[in-house]
């Protein structure tokens, strides 16, 4: 029997994680109304079903915001062509592929096909980190446990494109390393990226570029199919928003990059509203597993940390690097399943115990913070930029302790602080320990 569990066991934790899933994503849906962009994104759904259009001006007064459970509602719109309101989110297809499945089911059917395509991007991600990193079950254990917890579990519940944008994203990756030719799927998913969001448009760059490099010497007609549908991307927003200006296709845009660089990547990693690692604590394994796929293969670590920059550049430098009022991670969502095989790395290859515990003790807290999140109604894990966190609150009510002063917080004053820097070196000392503990690159997990 055991033996038999064990043979088999691929197939158990993929039967787990899709009866999880859609447990969770049917309670989800069914007892939380939508919030922030979300909200929004439905409303234009919802114009596409019932008006067979993409025009606002009588979505917002008109009783709609009632079924999404908001008397009143602040618009996310801009002016286009013919003075039509359209959802200032930029140009995307993400209202129309997700309007076929709210028209058969409502909201519930959208979150219904959210599930199908978590389940899709589980199995992608756990392909991209076997090819990365030659270790099977370490990916097989590690990838469930990045699932489960922030920011993958909650944002396979919302309404968000970059879930399907991370797909895209992976799916992509795996046809490089495998594949010698761009491939004509994968070119039209390379000229889709944009369609999703306007933020991964650089996406489609990076691909572009390195596919480009790879067959200077006999460029196929697939190259040319992600550059039509971006050229026709681009003619569309001058179609319908009547002109390329981003204060005309995006809500809020005048102030969007008045940001600080240096500070951004510090609270993407360590602040505790929105911090990847307060969070989700086994990111601590990712730079040590960038150290080990520099060792052992400088061209894959290369490739990841190319694919990192050119999804973060658009906000980067943006006074909105956290996503305005979401969950921890949004704009990090679509990056973290290529770096996962940075973290299978951690464990596979160094000998210490260390890497281990960090693992185990930071999947238990990181599916704490997600069930907290879950628990605290009517938020549920939304965030407003205050310095407010529901499972630090939880903790410093049941142990009388103020866990608080532990995490360091970007807001409300918007500064870094010298908690920011010890984070900083701890995260540093035990990177090296890391290091310093690797063993000889092991092929098998």
């Known amino acids: 029997m055991v033996k038999f569990i064990v043979n088999n066991y691929k197939k158990y934790i993929f039967v787990f994680f899709i009866v999880y899933l859609l447990i969770f994503t049917v309670f989800y849906s069914e007892t939380t109304k939508p919030k922030g962009d979300e909200v929004h994104y439905l409303i234009a759904t919802e114009s596409i079903v019932r008006d067979n259009d993409i025009y606002l001006e009588n979505n917002y007064p008109d009783g709609v915001t009632s079924m999404f459970g908001y008397l009143k509602l602040d618009k996310h719109t801009v002016i286009g062509r013919g003075n039509h309101e359209i959802l200032g989110h930029g140009l995307t297809i993400f209202p129309f592929i997700i309007a076929p499945f709210y028209f058969a089911a409502g909201k519930l059917g959208a979150s219904l096909f959210f599930c199908l395509i978590t389940v899709i991007l589980f199995q992608q991600t756990i392909k991209f980190s076997e090819l990365v990193t030659n270790s099977h079950l370490t990916s097989w254990v590690v990838c469930p446990g990045l699932f489960l917890t922030l920011p993958l579990s909650q944002y396979s519940l919302l309404l ?151 999804e973060i550049m658009p906000f980067i430098n943006s006074n909105d690097w956290h996503g305005g009022f979401a969950p921890p991670g949004r704009y990090l969502t679509a990056v973290v399943p290529i770096i996962i095989p940075l973290i299978v790395l951690s464990i596979t290859k160094s000998r210490y115990f260390l890497t281990k515990t960090i693992f185990l003790l930071g999947f238990m807290w990181g599916y704490f913070v997600y069930i907290i999140n879950l628990l605290q109604s009517p938020n549920y894990g939304y965030l407003y930029k205050d310095g407010f966190t529901p499972y630090l609150n939880k903790i410093s009510i049941w142990s009388n302790l103020y866990f608080y002063y532990l995490f360091p917080s970007y807001f409300p004053d918007g500064k870094i602080t010298v908690l920011h820097w010890i984070w900083i070196c701890t995260i540093l000392i035990i990177s090296y320990l890391v290091f310093k503990k690797g063993g000889k690159v092991k092929t098998k997990a």
């Open 160 to 310: 968000f494109p970059e879930v399907i944008a991370g797909l895209l994203i992976v799916y992509n990756l795996c046809e490089v390393i495998t594949k010698n030719k761009l491939g004509i799927l994968s070119a039209i998913l390379i000229g889709l990226l944009p369609w999703i969001h306007f933020r991964f448009l650089t996406v489609s760059i990076f691909f572009l570029l390195f596919w480009f490099s790879r067959q200077f010497k006999k460029i196929t007609k697939q190259f040319f199919l992600p550059l039509i549908l971006i050229f026709v991307y681009f003619l569309s927003i001058f179609l319908i928003y009547g002109s390329f200006d981003f204060n005309k296709t995006f809500m809020n845009s005048g102030s969007a990059y008045s940001g600080n660089i240096i500070s951004n990547i510090i609270n993407l990693l360590i602040d505790r509203q929105y911090g990847l690692i307060p969070n989700n604590p086994i990111f601590l394994l990712v730079l040590p597993g960038f150290y080990f796929l520099f060792r052992s293969n400088k061209k894959k670590a290369l490739l990841i940390i190319a694919l990192i920059f050119f």
